[in-house]
């Protein structure tokens, strides 16, 4: 009798833990979750939150700007939806490819750089060539990639971050670029500073899948 009970509790509990898990991969608070702000991680990452602070942070200070006195803190819907939803997010991506394929600082066009071979030997080129059909791919990939990682309901096609960007040798310096431009493109839609700073966290947690030493 005790072992099908506990059997039973152990049905009971995996729905739990599965439950719990799925949301610390999305980076999302349910309206009853009682876990800390201290304990919190809107990426999933804490350091990756902690220099998306300090970027918007950064730019308040440059401006004069900052939040003001302490409210009482209200359960918020999930960024997806702050964000604006499908529209919003396709709002925030066409914004920020257009920024990062005209910045040079980024090379997303992988100008002059080389993948793969040994010593030298057999290497090939890693350049990307933005045609029209390839830039409406990485919008819509990108836009669900966003949408997913917000809390959105969308599916994600596309392959995986470090499949993508394997090879392509993406250096901090780019990444930090890229980084910028869509802090820029966030300025430039007047989102407020909370919803940028979960959105580069977002962004800042796949550093690690994309960038690669030359």
Not at 86 to 94: L, M, P, S, T
Not at 136 to 148: R, S, T
Request: charged residues 30%; aromatic residues 4%; hydrophobic residues 35%.
């Amino acid at each position: 009798m005790d072992m099908a009970k506990r059997s039973g509790d152990t049905a009971k509990t995996i729905p739990v833990l599965c439950a719990i898990l799925l949301l610390s991969i999305c980076g999302c608070k349910s309206h009853g979750d009682e876990t800390t702000e201290k304990d919190f991680h809107t990426s999933g990452s804490r350091e990756a939150d902690q220099r998306a602070e300090q970027r918007v942070g950064k730019e308040q200070q440059l401006h004069g700007e900052g939040e003001g006195g302490s409210k009482p803190k209200e359960a918020r819907p999930t960024l997806y939806e702050r964000l604006g939803s499908d529209a919003g997010v396709k709002r925030i991506v066409d914004d920020f490819v257009d920024r990062v394929l005209a910045d040079p600082r980024v090379n997303w066009e992988r100008k002059g750089v080389k993948r793969g071979g040994v010593l030298g030997i057999g290497r090939g080129s890693a350049e990307w060539s933005p045609t029209p059909e390839k830039i409406e791919a990485l919008k819509l990939h990108l836009a669900q990639f966003v949408a997913v990682a917000t809390g959105g309901p969308t599916l994600y096609e596309g392959a995986r971050i470090a499949e993508v960007h394997g090879g392509m040798k993406i250096t901090n310096a780019e990444f930090d670029a890229s980084i910028g431009d869509l802090k820029a493109t966030l300025d430039a839609l007047k989102f407020a500073s909370a919803e940028q700073k979960e959105l580069l966290a977002v962004f800042e947690s796949v550093r690690a899948q994309t960038v690669e030493k030359r």
